[in-house]
Each structure stands twice: as C-alpha cells, then as structure tokens.
C-alpha cells in the first residue's frame, strides 16, 4: 500500500523522527525555522498529513484555498489555538492534539515559576553571575514565603488538577479555581482544590494566580487590567498556558505600579516577542516557552502523533481527535 505523504514542520526528538520515517513517506523541515504562511498553505495543497506546533500559524484563509491535499493535522502539542479548527473541519480536515504526557512537566514549570518569582531566584542569580554578591544578610534579597498560601487556579483541567496537587499537598497552600463548568466537590477535593463562582473571586482570594485555560477564543484578554486590578498588590501571577489569555500591556502597567507584586511567565502573544518592558522588570520572571520541554515528554508528544495519524491512515478513529 502506498504510504501517506506527511510533512512535519519541526525537527522532532530523533526516535520519533525515525519511525516517522519508517511508516510514512515523511518529510521534515530541516532547516527547523517556521514556515511562513505561503510555505504552510503550499504544505496543505500536497501532502496527506501536516504536523504541525504551536509555531505555526494555521487560520481559516489556509484551509480556503482551492486545491488541498491534506486530510489530517496531527498538532505536537496539547494546545491548537493556532489552528482554525472551524475551517478545517468545514474541509473534512481531521485535525488531532496530544493531551496528558506533558501534564506532570508543565505544572512543574508553573511551579518552578512560582517558586523563583517568589524566592527572587532569577535576581539572585543575575546578581551573584555578576559579581554583586556581598555575602549573607539578614535583609538581602527579602522573597515571600509559598508554604501555606492560597493559590488561585484559572481553569481546572489536566494542568490545573496537577497543579493544585503539587502546590496543596507538597506546599499545604489552600487552592480555589475557577473553572467554566462544574466540578464535582469530591474530585476537587481528590486535587486538594475547591471551586469559587467567579474568576475575580479567584483573583481576590489568592497569593499566586496560576493560568491552566486554553488560548484563543473568550479566553483572549481573559487576565485583563480590571481583572489584575482584582488581584491583591503583594500577589504573583503565573502563565504557563497561552499568552493571549493576558493582555499584555495591561500587565506591564500593573507590575509597573506596583498594583501586583510580580510575574512568572512562560508563554507570550506574540511569541517568540516578548515586551521590553517586561524584559526590564525584576520582579518578572521569564522563560522561552519551556512547559512541556523534557526529554521524556517531547518523546511521548511525538508518539502520540504517531498514533493518532496512524489510527487514520489505517481507518480507525484517531485517539486524540479534537475536529
Ligand atoms: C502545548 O502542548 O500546548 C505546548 O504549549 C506546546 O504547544
């Protein structure tokens, strides 16, 4: 049988490339930069399958086009606010993402982000690197204390459940969440969370607020400067979901007034831009999109991109199938 013709966008963990390579007719973006938009609608006029991460751009006007190839977009990631899901399924278009093997590694990145803006270990290691170290003192680089605070989850899916557990059993925080459908009283308590009405009480209650929504959609702008205003001045917040979930200038002029008292963040709107002014702010701390980077976990994402296009060239349902 003649095998499907794919295109992936990225280089992806080498294990993963090579069976790639050995079930498919495979071709990969060597050159690992992302394709601009001619170069993706030109993919969906050719191949079978495109696969495609958070890096490319994939909007209704791609999937308009005349003539297209592809039957199936197979996202290496958990999130694809970055596909118009809408028009690609107006197509026939499957399109699948990979949820579950990157929830442990990307609650412990919202954990680590919590714990080095509230430690100061970014200023500290920035001031120790260069040479401004005078030694121990009783008020030097003065943090907050994270045991026993409260911890405000937006959106309590698999992220937000594994946040909630590190953050309630390992730090003995109380975690409230907001989360647009109900969740049972049980299962939040299973989580160490209970549930609150409304995102601003979340916002009012909490000493750290955690982001685990998706992007796009109603949820673009969610953190907004009325919402941040809503939080306490001494409170932190933390983004490791999507950028565009906060409005971004909001937050500079919030952390800029000292209205909160500063930012973990791991995603951006405009990625991989990130303001300057943020760049500035030392009570901010910055990672390049890192949520889901281990080794194990980049493996797991790619085989669950195997599966799920191999379900649909071999006729079955694609475990993953979001459209
Ligand atoms: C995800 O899986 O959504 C990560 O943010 C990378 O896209």
Same mark, same amino acid.
């Given at each position: 049988?003649?095998?499907?013709?794919?295109? =992936?966008?990225?280089?992806?963990?080498?294990?993963?490339?090579?069976?790639?390579?050995?079930?498919?007719?495979?071709?990969?973006?060597?050159?690992?930069?992302?394709?601009?938009?001619?170069?993706?609608?030109?993919?969906?006029?050719?191949?079978?399958?495109?696969?495609?991460?958070?890096?490319?751009?994939?909007?209704?006007?791609?999937?308009?086009?005349?003539?297209?190839?592809?039957?199936?977009?197979? #996202?290496?990631?958990?999130?694809?606010?970055?596909?118009?899901?809408?028009?690609?399924?107006?197509?026939?278009?499957?399109?699948?993402?990979?949820?579950?093997?990157?929830?442990?590694?990307?609650?412990?990145?919202?954990?680590?982000?919590?714990?080095?803006?509230?430690?100061?270990?970014?200023?500290?290691?920035?001031?120790?690197?260069?040479?401004?170290?005078?030694?121990?003192?009783?008020?030097?680089?003065?943090?907050?204390?994270?045991?026993?605070?409260?911890?405000?989850?937006?959106?309590?899916?698999?992220?937000?459940?594994?946040?909630?557990?590190?953050?309630?059993?390992?730090?003995?925080?109380?975690?409230?969440?907001?989360?647009?459908?109900?969740?049972?009283?049980?299962?939040?308590?299973?989580?160490?969370?209970?549930?609150?009405?409304?995102?601003?009480?979340?916002?009012?209650?909490?000493?750290?607020?955690?982001?685990?929504?998706?992007?796009?959609?109603? #949820?673009?702008? %969610?953190?907004?400067?009325?919402?941040?205003?809503?939080?306490?001045?001494?409170?932190?917040?933390?983004?490791?979901?999507?950028?565009?979930?906060?409005?971004?200038?909001?937050?500079?002029?919030?952390?800029?007034?000292?209205?909160?008292?500063?930012?973990?963040?791991?995603?951006?709107?405009?990625?991989?831009?990130?303001?300057?002014? %943020?760049?500035?702010?030392?009570?901010?701390?910055?990672?390049?999109?890192?949520?889901?980077?281990?080794?194990?976990?980049?493996?797991?994402?790619?085989?669950?991109? =195997?599966? #799920?296009?191999?379900?649909?060239?071999?006729?079955?349902?694609?475990?993953?199938?979001?459209?």
């Amino acid at each position: 049988m003649k095998k499907a013709r794919i295109l =992936v966008t990225r280089r992806w963990p080498q294990v993963v490339e090579s069976v790639l390579a050995e079930r498919f007719d495979a071709e990969f973006n060597v050159s690992d930069r992302p394709m601009d938009q001619a170069a993706l609608a030109d993919a969906l006029a050719r191949y079978d399958a495109v696969l495609p991460t958070v890096s490319d751009r994939l909007p209704a006007a791609l999937f308009e086009q005349d003539a297209l190839s592809v039957r199936i977009i197979g #996202n290496y990631g958990v999130g694809y606010n970055h596909i118009d899901i809408a028009a690609a399924s107006a197509r026939g278009i499957a399109v699948t993402n990979t949820p579950g093997v990157l929830t442990d590694c990307t609650a412990d990145l919202a954990m680590t982000l919590l714990l080095q803006v509230a430690r100061r270990a970014g200023e500290g290691e920035r001031e120790l690197r260069a040479g401004g170290w005078t030694g121990w003192r009783p008020t030097h680089m003065i943090g907050t204390k994270v045991t026993g605070k409260t911890l405000g989850i937006i959106g309590f899916g698999r992220i937000g459940k594994a946040m909630a557990r590190r953050c309630h059993f390992g730090f003995d925080m109380d975690v409230v969440f907001h989360n647009r459908s109900r969740v049972d009283p049980a299962e939040a308590a299973r989580h160490g969370a209970r549930q609150l009405y409304t995102v601003e009480e979340v916002l009012a209650a909490s000493d750290f607020v955690s982001l685990h929504c998706p992007g796009g959609g109603e #949820n673009v702008g %969610l953190i907004d400067a009325r919402r941040l205003q809503a939080m306490k001045p001494s409170a932190f917040l933390i983004n490791t979901a999507r950028g565009d979930v906060v409005d971004e200038a909001a937050l500079v002029r919030a952390l800029a007034d000292g209205r909160i008292a500063g930012a973990g963040l791991d995603v951006y709107a405009a990625e991989p831009q990130v303001p300057e002014a %943020l760049r500035q702010m030392e009570n901010v701390v910055l990672l390049p999109h890192l949520g889901s980077a281990t080794a194990e976990t980049r493996t797991a994402m790619g085989m669950k991109v =195997v599966d #799920n296009i191999t379900a649909f060239f071999e006729g079955r349902d694609p475990p993953d199938r979001v459209a």
